[in-house]
């Protein structure tokens, strides 16, 4: 069997679902079919969570657009007085009871509670109408498969339970494909979790792991892995091979294009994946696998914006390589902040931490009982993969760089 995902790009309108349907139909292997939310709804899902938190009167015509962007899609697919559409508009409807009827409580269950709903909605939808055109499918919930740990936004898996029930449902007795959500899950409790953002790749790694696939695919609207945003770069190229490490290594350090997580699930069963360009089937896209070409590479330039340096020095100069590094990493652990690169002195730690409002202001009030705590926020991380002197020189440009780091082949420059 293969995992297939679909992003939400994919997914943003109907012609993207009916294109889905032609990819999926002309597939003769099982599938399971990973799918995220349409368009941009994680973005207003997360608007909506603002407003309702708030208390907000606006809100409400968020929601609005939110359940016409889907009803608009759906009718698109069905046609207006089907059993299809009663259903999709009766999910609308419960999700705005909900809202009625929830307090707003804990920030972090609170978004996984109402953000989960994007993906819900979408591969309800979808699902809906691959049968509806004849294919042998079923619609499966994460949240009864991808078991989790109650770190809500950033859940853990909890392995064992996990996978009994993914291999349980995912028999092909009754169904040759199931459709699913990308990025949630539950806790053994059954409250709705999230993997963090753009976590739909990793949601189809676990089950291609789990299950033993043959291999994934994610169908993107990019046509592979390029060695540099085009946008920023136009002479970027798309990699045609790479290894699992170097994926590891480019989407760590920021390359979007596919989660950091998804690797390593692949990876620990030899699983390849492929990323293709959902537009243009006929290109061939960007494989990760074992025994990718190597010493060949060009240089990879990846950029990480939102970022924030944080300096920090021990109020009594006490060395930092033991026990203060030991406590803050162990800090930074607990809130959940994202370290992207690590520099020491003798009695200075320089870290680079994705700038997440809700945490960082939390960690700073902490460290400042310890440490003198200088930090410079909306800066941006650079990374040169098998780079060359030209290379480098080429994306600094005329920034000011805070910080440097050289290692074997890789270049990391903290810009602002
Ligand atoms: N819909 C989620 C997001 O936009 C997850 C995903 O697309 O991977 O972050
Ligand atoms: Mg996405």
Redesign the pocket.
């Known amino acids: 069997m293969r995992v297939f995902k679909f992003?939400?790009a994919s997914v943003r309108n109907a012609e993207g679902i009916i294109n889905l349907f032609d990819i999926v139909s002309e597939e003769n292997d099982r599938l399971v079919v990973v799918i995220?939310?349409f368009g941009?709804?994680?973005?207003a899902l997360e608007r909506i969570l603002a407003g309702w938190r708030q208390g907000d009167p606006e809100t409400r015509s968020l929601v609005r657009e939110v359940t016409e962007y889907h009803i608009s899609i759906a009718e698109q697919l069905f046609g207006a007085a089907t059993p299809e559409m009663e259903r999709v508009k009766s999910i609308f409807r419960e999700f705005g009871g909900l809202l009625d009827r929830k307090e707003p409580g804990d920030y972090d269950h609170d978004y996984d509670m109402i953000?989960s709903n994007?993906?819900l909605w979408s591969t309800m939808i979808v699902e809906a109408y691959l049968r509806t055109r004849g294919l042998r499918s079923e619609w499966a919930d994460a949240r009864k498969l991808l078991i989790t740990d109650d770190r809500y936004r950033d859940a853990g898996i909890l392995w064992e339970s996990s996978q009994r029930a993914v291999r349980e449902r995912f028999n092909f007795s009754s169904a040759d494909l199931y459709v699913t959500q990308?990025?949630i899950g539950a806790t053994e409790a059954g409250e709705a979790t999230?993997?963090?953002?753009?976590?739909?790749?990793?949601?189809a790694a676990l089950f291609a792991n789990m299950l033993d696939a043959r291999d994934v695919v994610v169908w993107k609207d990019v046509p592979g892995i390029m060695n540099a945003d085009p946008d920023w770069m136009p002479s970027a190229v798309t990699l045609p091979h790479i290894s699992y490490l170097e994926a590891v290594e480019m989407t760590y350090s920021g390359a979007r294009v596919i989660?950091p997580k998804t690797i390593k699930p692949l990876h620990n069963k030899g699983i390849p994946m492929r990323v293709r360009s959902f537009a243009d089937r006929e290109a061939e896209g960007t494989l990760i696998s074992e025994g990718a070409p190597q010493g060949e590479m060009c240089p990879v330039f990846v950029r990480k914006s939102g970022q924030m340096l944080l300096s920090l020095i021990p109020k009594d100069l006490s060395f930092v390589m033991g026990d203060n590094l030991a406590g803050l990493f162990h800090l930074l652990a607990q809130t959940g902040l994202k370290v992207n690169l690590v520099q020491t002195g003798a009695v200075s730690i320089n870290v680079c931490i994705d700038h997440e409002e809700h945490r960082v202001d939390e960690i700073i009030e902490e460290l400042k009982k310890e440490y003198t705590v200088l930090y410079n926020d909306g800066v941006e991380m650079l990374t040169v993969r098998h780079s060359t002197p030209e290379a480098a020189a080429l994306v600094t440009g005329s920034r000011e760089v805070l910080l440097s780091q050289k290692t074997r082949n890789t270049v990391r420059l903290v810009v602002r």
Do not use: P
């Open positions: 992003g939400g995220s939310a941009k709804t994680t973005n953000v994007g993906e990308g990025f999230t993997l963090g953002r753009e976590g739909s790749d990793y949601s989660h």
